[in-house]
């Protein structure tokens, strides 16, 4: 009898160790919808390579909670009503155990509200827009450098050198609309003069109007929100039009090895703000950039950089939380104050990023040395930039 | 001044769209995705190679004529004679599959070739040595399409075709042979407008649908079917856009371009469906 | 008329119906967006597919709608039905002037400059930034059960269903169709074209701006590429084409088919939907150019949907004592 029982208590651990051990080799499920179509498909490619890198990576180190991690990716087209329903269906088809955000802030601003709805923490590492954290949100937490704090650097340059007349332009899209007001109003501040050449379509090729009037105007310091095509294009032009800046101080266009690929030696002495960089000194940022350039064949720029610092933030609320419970996370996430391969994440309450500036970049000698803040510096900013009738 | 050299390049753009038209009755959808694929072929050929876009686009047209030819055989011929939107969903399929193919094969990031930067000084006025090159080449490929229609044999046929097709018919031409040539040139003048265009401005595989609203414009303006038309409806589209960027604002140049063109169409009085002369 | 299909379109119908009581989160959302594009494409239906008069630019009514019902929520506070109505009511409005201007022109010009209309209409709403927050977009408070929303999108698919089946059957419709086949004949019939197109356009117009406002307060977001995206115009058109326009099955078989197709598309095939969709898109032109619900009704796999004015002119011709042969009650194509 005692035989038969002990024998009945061998057989049920062993199915329960069986059974455990199948639930916790279980993988961990990591949805998201990128845009792999549509207008937005560059800056998710690397998003994406990103995502998949970190995964990679966390498996090497024996995974989440000890448990393997999938990566489920749909594509929303650049759209964000496809955005709302492919999340729907990771959600409450796939199940996924985690979320992370899209590409973009029109998409990110649709798909937060689902997250929201059914209580599901999301690190949206590429969305910039205020907005999106001024709804009473408490599920969407921000990595990226938010908007506002993307060219004070350079208006503070500006005013350091002793150039009294700034023009600004952008896009006409989220983040300029944050960024441009930010440091036109810084610039009064400073006492600077101010020229609002208005915001242009986004699609934009062709910039002679924008160009001619900060000619006309007298600016000597040429502000832009933009992207990089249009970054490309409005130096291209300013050269044929014969406009000679002493400060260039593009958006995230500049900061792109794509920029100076593109415009060879016309890209000297171009300033922009910078998310990020290969060489800044945070913690693993240099293994980072090595695995990226391994597996990806390219140097990693910022879209992949804050998307991977946003896994990190990821997992390090995860093991502070210690399980997969979304209210843990969220307060994980809250509360979390790290740096990351990107800097430093450190978010309000609303989830809204206040930790982290943007660096301000410049070509210089056919490299991109970092500018501004004045102890990140790797070099000192050349001011101004010589005509184009005397580079050589 | 940079309106008229613009406007050189919207002739090209349009002039195929414009001979499809008129030969066919049919609206390609697919246009602004033959410019873009010559676009992204030129791109690579100069990133690769270093060719020069000028040297590329003797083999980028020849093949894109190809291409063209064997398109209209497989995919347009069979929509002929079918009601105006049948042809217009064909076109637009087709421009499905060649974004994608360009996503695939170039991925989304955009191509430039950045050649022949720098500009002309006449006077006080800059004059971008790349538009100048553009119009002078667009103008050459007008001219000579006009003179090929006016005066050869197989352009004789091809305007024929467009007149009255089963009168062609029973005169002896091959109206299909016709049609597709007529289809796979329309090709050749986007693919020389899209070598030209990655020049100027950085291409990607999606910007397709932007090129084609451009072209429309154009050739709505100056009449389908009708070349000189669309001289004068790219140059006043053209400079229209110069126009409003510079004085009104860059947001709504787009629009008042749109506008234009809008009141334009609705101004005009003769039959718009008439096939042109040229 | 054999009651299988007529019954699988009930059950069909119906089982969009109580979707939001058995249905999981995603197939809600997913329905939303399946009866949201079928009754656009019966919108769209509605004036293209009757008049012939083929507008790409149908999408300039659902933004107008869109923007409408995203400002009065957002500054003034309105409900969200009575906003989308408004939307509708607002759009309505605009194809007034916008149809007494466009219906003049004939063909691809009419489509190339509805085409311009929405671009015209999506610059504008990018460009008013005072008003519409331009490129950044309006933020509309979240939207908590999306059950409401997608009754909301289903009433309007019922009743433009029936809508369309009404037109089938009036001499309203039957005059459209005739502008349709030959306008300046039938203009020298009496019939007063300009009217009645314009009616057809506005009457799309009402529907394809409460839908508009719908979309908005369902994604409690609205940007300018949302509202007048160019997809959502085609993804309409494409219902509609597939289907079979001028039809009432038409839309419901191609909208419902190029929902459900789309969506499996992008799931699976992530890399390649686009042009898996292109070359779909071309087969069903090559092989059915005038849609798949008309083909299906020719197998008799679907019932008739004109049997009404049949039988109306059946009573008229016997009343005339006129011979009723096998050509008098063939089917009117």
């Known amino acids: ?392 | 001044m940079n309106g008229v050299l613009l406007a050189g390049l919207y002739v090209l753009m349009a002039v195929g769209l414009n001979l499809v038209f008129g030969v066919m009755r049919v609206i390609n959808f697919a246009h602004g995705e033959l410019i873009v694929l010559a676009s992204l072929m030129t791109a690579s050929a100069f990133t690769a190679y270093g060719t020069s876009p000028l040297l590329s686009l003797l083999v980028v047209v020849p093949v894109m004529f190809l291409l063209g030819y064997g398109i209209e055989r497989l995919v347009i011929e069979p929509v002929v004679d079918t009601p105006q939107m049948v042809s217009l969903l064909t076109t637009f399929g087709l421009s499905l599959v060649l974004i994608n193919g360009g996503l695939l094969l170039w991925g989304a990031e955009e191509r430039a070739v950045p050649v022949l930067t720098g500009a002309f000084r006449i006077g006080t006025l800059a004059v971008p040595r790349v538009r100048v090159l553009t119009f002078g080449i667009a103008a050459a490929a007008t001219l000579a399409l006009y003179a090929f229609l006016r005066l050869s044999d197989w352009g004789r046929a091809v305007r024929a075709t467009a007149q009255a097709p089963t009168m062609a018919q029973t005169c002896g031409i091959d109206v299909r042979r016709v049609r597709g040539l007529a289809f796979a040139l329309a090709t050749a003048l986007a693919a020389l407008a899209g070598s030209l265009l990655v020049i100027m401005i950085p291409v990607d595989p999606q910007v397709g649908g932007l090129l084609i609203l451009k072209a429309f414009a154009v050739v709505v303006l100056g009449g389908l079917g009708n070349l000189l038309g669309a001289l004068l409806g790219a140059l006043v589209l053209a400079n229209a856009e110069v126009f409003a960027a510079y004085y009104v604002s860059p947001v709504l140049s787009e629009a008042v371009a749109f506008l234009v063109l809008l009141g334009l169409l609705l101004l005009r009085r003769h039959d718009p469906l008439a096939v042109g002369t040229a | 008329m054999s009651v299988a299909p007529l019954l699988a379109a009930l059950v069909v119908v119906g089982g969009l119906g109580v979707l939001p009581l058995v249905g999981s989160a995603y197939a809600l959302s997913l329905g939303y967006s399946v009866v949201t594009f079928t009754a656009l494409a019966y919108s769209w239906n509605l004036v293209s597919g009757y008049t012939g008069y083929v507008s790409l630019g149908h999408v300039a009514f659902f933004g107008v709608g869109g923007y409408t019902t995203a400002l009065l929520v957002t500054k003034a506070q309105w409900h969200w039905l009575l906003a989308a109505v408004a939307g509708g009511l607002v759009a309505a409005l605009v194809a007034v002037p916008a149809g007494a201007a466009m219906l003049r022109l004939r063909g691809p010009y009419f489509a190339i400059g509805m085409l311009g209309l929405a671009r015209v209409l999506e610059r504008l709403a990018l460009g008013w930034d005072s008003l519409t927050h331009g490129g950044r977009g309006l933020y509309l408070p979240p939207i908590i059960d999306t059950r409401g929303v997608y009754l909301a999108a289903f009433a309007v698919l019922l009743l433009l269903i029936a809508g369309t089946f009404w037109l089938e059957n009036s001499s309203f419709g039957l005059r459209l169709l005739a502008i349709r086949e030959d306008e300046t004949g039938a203009e020298s019939l009496g019939i007063p074209t300009a009217r009645l197109k314009l009616m057809a356009f506005v009457f799309s117009a009402l529907p394809t701006g409460i839908l508009g406002g719908i979309w908005a307060w369902h994604l409690s977001y609205l940007d300018p590429g949302t509202a007048f995206g160019i997809n959502i115009e085609l993804t309409a058109i494409v219902g509609a084409i597939l289907g079979g326009a001028g039809t009432v099955w038409g839309p419901l078989v191609g909208g419902l088919g190029i929902s459900l197709v789309g969506e499996a598309l992008w799931a699976r095939f992530p890399r390649v939907h686009l042009g898996l969709f292109g070359v779909i898109l071309v087969v069903t032109m090559l092989g059915l150019p005038r849609g798949l619900a008309t083909a299906l009704m020719r197998l008799r796999a679907l019932p008739p949907t004109r049997f009404l004015i049949r039988r109306a002119v059946r009573q008229e011709w016997r009343a005339q004592g006129l011979p009723l042969g096998r050509a008098a009650t063939a089917p009117i194509d």
């Open chain 1, 1 to 392: 009898m005692k035989r038969a029982v002990v024998a009945a208590l061998l057989v049920v651990s062993i199915v329960c160790g069986l059974w455990g051990a199948a639930a916790a080799q279980k993988p961990v499920l990591v949805g998201a919808s990128l845009s792999l179509s549509g207008k937005y498909a560059k800056g998710a490619e690397f998003q994406n390579q990103a995502y998949q890198l970190w995964v990679e990576q966390v498996n090497a180190r024996g995974g989440l909670l000890g448990r393997p991690v999938e990566l489920r990716i749909y594509d929303d087209r650049s759209d964000p009503a496809t955005g709302v329903r492919l999340y729907e269906k990771l959600i409450s088809e796939d199940r996924v155990d985690l979320l992370v955000g899209p590409y973009s802030s029109a998409v990110t601003a649709a798909v937060s509200t689902v997250a929201e709805k059914h209580r599901l923490a999301m690190v949206a590492p590429m969305a910039a827009a205020n907005e999106i954290w001024q709804r009473g949100y408490r599920y969407v937490f921000q990595v990226i450098t938010p908007a506002s704090l993307y060219f004070i650097g350079g208006v503070e340059l500006a005013a350091g050198a002793g150039l009294k007349h700034v023009a600004v332009t952008g896009e006409d899209s989220d983040y300029p609309r944050d960024a441009i007001p930010a440091a036109a109003r810084r610039a009064t501040e400073l006492g600077l003069q101010v020229t609002d050449l208005g915001y242009y379509p986004k699609g934009t090729k062709d910039f002679s109007s924008i160009i001619t009037r900060a000619k006309t105007a007298g600016a000597l310091v040429l502000v832009c929100g933009c992207y990089e095509p249009d970054a490309i294009q409005l130096i291209r032009q300013a050269k044929e039009l014969d406009y000679s800046a002493k400060m260039y101080v593009f958006g995230v266009g500049p900061a792109l090895p794509e920029f100076a690929k593109a415009l060879g030696k016309d890209a000297e002495f171009v300033m922009g703000s910078d998310h990020w960089d290969p060489r800044v000194k945070t913690p693993g940022n240099a293994e980072f950039v090595a695995a990226f350039q391994r597996k990806f064949g390219r140097e990693p720029n910022y879209h992949a950089a804050g998307s991977y610092g946003g896994m990190q933030v990821l997992e390090a609320a995860l093991k502070q939380a210690g399980s997969l419970d979304q209210d843990k996370i969220r307060q994980a996430l809250v509360r979390l104050d790290i740096a990351t391969i990107f800097g430093r994440y450190k978010v309000t309450d609303a989830g809204a990023q206040t930790g982290k500036s943007a660096f301000i970049i410049q070509w210089q000698g056919r490299k991109k040395e970092i500018v501004w803040p004045p102890d990140a510096a790797s070099a000192r900013a050349v001011i101004p930039a010589p005509a184009w009738a005397d580079r050589r």
